[in-house]
Every structure is written in structure tokens, then in C-alpha cells.
């Protein structure tokens, strides 16, 4: 048997609290929706048509000229072998820098947690994070450049000694530490503010029942951050599944520009999408690449929202 309740009838001063309380919401709705939602809705609609932005004008639509294609637009996509190619490149580019940069992150949080003088260490591991892209793509063109320190000491274990960033083997291995250089810092912080809520007294009981440091870590640090690690884990793979500064600079960077990068080696959806829309002015196209790599999110944040579950927030 179930109970209605009667929904109590607001007093005049709590609805004068609530309209001037969407008063003040106002601005950020109209934002939200004249910048975000409605941008959405018109990309999502032009994923299904011939938009072009040289032969059409988006704001006469009706003029015979814009045309409704159906599905072709992402038919064509998932044929496409470039478009393939930077699927399969983007997602080896979020294992490797997401995976790598958790755990360094984590790694840097032990030590600015634990060691002496942590605040230097605090300083020194974020300073990469406030980093410009361009700063860092010609410091790491330099550094791996046959004859450098880096690639001297890479080839003593087998590695060649050639110049990275033109190099179709190397350029996304290039690509990803730079995202760890630029990321850990930022998971570090993340880490850190979860070291620090596990209460000191969890570690005391656990060394009075003679766990050694790296069982206290294995048991109770790791565990009790899974939290931070769900974070950390979706919002780099939503982040790096869309990356296109690092390989954009890294492709057309120096006198040796080549759009996808050396052999095709950097060619991600986010950039294929500016190349398809600005290059090729196929703007339909773009708008139903983007939309593939929407579904692509959605799957990779669904697969990790089921590996941390029972997670709290």
C-alpha cells in the first residue's frame, strides 16, 4: 500500500526565494544554452548533411543547396582508411599516456607525501603542468635529436639513435611522454589530497599487526584511492581520446611539415576532424567524425565506470 503525500503549498517568501534564485541562474542557463547546447544540436543535425563551408551558407538553410545525406557521412567515415587509422592511434595514445601518467603521478604523490622537504618536491613536480604545448614539443624535439644525451643513452639499450619527432616509429612514443612529463604533475596532486585523507591510524594498527610498508600500500593506500584512480582514469581517457595540440605541433612543427605526421604516425580523430572540416571544408563529414568519437567516450568512460565500482565521490 502506498502513501500520497500531499505536496505543501510554498509560502509567498520561499517563492520569492526561488525566482530570484533563477534569477541569478539566468546567465549561466542562456550560457549553457546558446554555447553548448545548441552548438551540439546544430552539429549533430549537420553530421547528416553535405555541409560545405565554401559552397553553402549555414544561415540559409532552405535554399536548396544544403542537402540531407542520411548516414552516409559516417558510413564514409568508418570506411575511410585514415579515418581507421587515427581511431586505432588515438586509443594506443590514451592507454599509453593515461596508464603511465596514473602511475607516475601516484609514484610523485608517495614521494612529495613521505620524503623530506616535500614542498620542493610539491613545487617541482606541478611546475610541468603550467608548461606551454609549444614550449614543450621544442624542448623535446630538441632533447630527442641524434648526438643529445637522451637518444645516447637510449641507444646503449637498443634503441636508435634518429630524430624522434620525423621518425614514424618513435613520433607517437614521442607524443605520449610528453604527456607524462605535462600530466604527472597534476596527478600528483590529485594523489596527494587522497594520501593525506587516510587516517594515520589505519597505518599504526596495520604495523602493530606486522604488515610491512609495501603490504600497507598493496592493502590500504591503494584501496583507499581507488577513488582518485576512477577520477584520474576517466577524465585523462576523455581528455587524451581528444588530443590534438600535442600532435597538431609535433606534425607541422620545423621546416619538416607533414600534415598526420611522418608516414601518417599522428594522425588522431581530433585532428582528422580539423583536417576533414578546415582543410577539406567538409563540414558534415567532421561533425559525424566527432560524433564517432563521442560514442567511442561514452564506451571507454562506461568500460571504467564498471571497473570502479562500488566507488565513492
Known amino acids: 500500500m502506498f502513501v500520497k503525500f500531499k505536496r505543501r503549498k510554498l509560502t509567498k517568501l520561499e517563492r520569492s526565494d526561488n525566482a530570484i534564485g533563477y534569477l541569478f541562474m539566468t546567465p549561466a542557463i542562456f550560457y549553457l544554452v546558446f554555447w553548448t547546447v545548441?552548438?551540439?544540436?546544430?552539429?549533430?543535425?549537420?553530421?547528416?548533411?553535405?555541409?560545405?563551408?565554401?559552397?553553402?551558407?549555414?544561415?540559409?538553410?532552405?535554399?536548396?543547396?544544403?542537402?540531407?545525406?542520411?548516414?552516409?557521412?559516417?558510413?564514409?567515415?568508418?570506411?575511410?582508411?585514415?579515418f581507421q587509422r587515427s581511431l586505432w592511434q588515438t586509443m594506443y595514445y590514451a592507454l599509453g599516456a593515461v596508464i603511465l601518467t596514473t602511475f607516475a603521478g601516484l609514484i610523485l604523490a608517495l614521494i612529495a607525501h613521505n620524503a623530506k622537504g616535500k614542498n620542493i618536491f610539491r613545487v617541482a613536480y606541478y611546475i610541468p603542468t603550467v608548461t606551454a604545448i609549444a614550449a614543450l614539443v621544442i624542448i623535446f624535439d630538441g632533447m630527442f635529436r641524434p648526438g643529445t644525451g637522451v637518444t645516447d643513452f637510449l641507444s646503449v639499450i637498443g634503441?636508435?639513435?634518429?630524430?624522434?619527432?620525423?621518425?614514424?616509429?618513435?613520433?607517437?612514443?614521442?607524443?605520449?611522454?610528453?604527456?607524462?612529463?605535462?600530466?604527472?604533475?597534476?596527478?600528483?596532486?590529485?594523489?596527494?589530497?587522497?594520501?593525506?585523507?587516510?587516517?594515520?591510524?589505519?597505518?599504526?594498527?596495520?604495523?602493530?599487526?606486522?604488515?610491512?610498508?609495501?603490504?600497507?600500500?598493496?592493502?590500504?593506500?591503494?584501496?583507499?584511492?581507488?577513488?582518485?584512480?576512477?577520477?584520474?582514469?576517466?577524465?585523462?581517457?576523455?581528455?587524451?581520446?581528444?588530443?590534438?595540440?600535442?600532435?597538431?605541433?609535433?606534425s607541422e612543427y620545423g621546416d619538416t611539415v607533414a600534415t598526420g605526421g611522418p608516414g601518417g604516425s599522428l594522425w588522431t580523430v581530433v585532428y582528422y576532424v580539423y583536417y576533414v572540416g578546415w582543410s577539406q571544408n567538409k563540414m558534415g563529414r567532421a561533425a559525424a567524425i566527432s560524433f564517432l568519437l563521442l560514442l567511442v567516450i561514452m564506451i571507454f568512460t562506461f568500460i571504467q565506470r564498471k571497473l570502479f565500482k562500488d566507488q565513492t565521490y
Open 38 to 82: 545548441l552548438p551540439i544540436l546544430v552539429a549533430f543535425i549537420l553530421s547528416f548533411t553535405n555541409y560545405d563551408m565554401i559552397r553553402h551558407d549555414i544561415l540559409d538553410p532552405f535554399n536548396g543547396k544544403i542537402q540531407f545525406v542520411g548516414l552516409n557521412n559516417y558510413i564514409m567515415a568508418l570506411k575511410n582508411p585514415i
Open 159 to 250: 634503441i636508435p639513435s634518429v630524430q624522434w619527432r620525423e621518425d614514424p616509429r618513435f613520433a607517437m612514443p614521442l607524443a605520449i611522454i610528453m604527456a607524462i612529463w605535462s600530466g604527472a604533475g597534476y596527478n600528483m596532486l590529485i594523489y596527494l589530497a587522497g594520501l593525506q585523507e587516510i587516517p594515520g591510524d589505519v597505518y599504526e594498527a596495520a604495523s602493530l599487526d606486522g604488515a610491512s610498508r609495501f603490504k600497507q600500500f598493496l592493502h590500504i593506500t591503494f584501496p583507499l584511492l581507488n577513488n582518485k584512480t576512477f577520477f584520474l582514469m576517466a577524465t585523462g581517457f576523455i581528455g587524451s581520446l581528444q588530443v590534438y595540440d600535442v600532435v597538431q605541433m609535433l
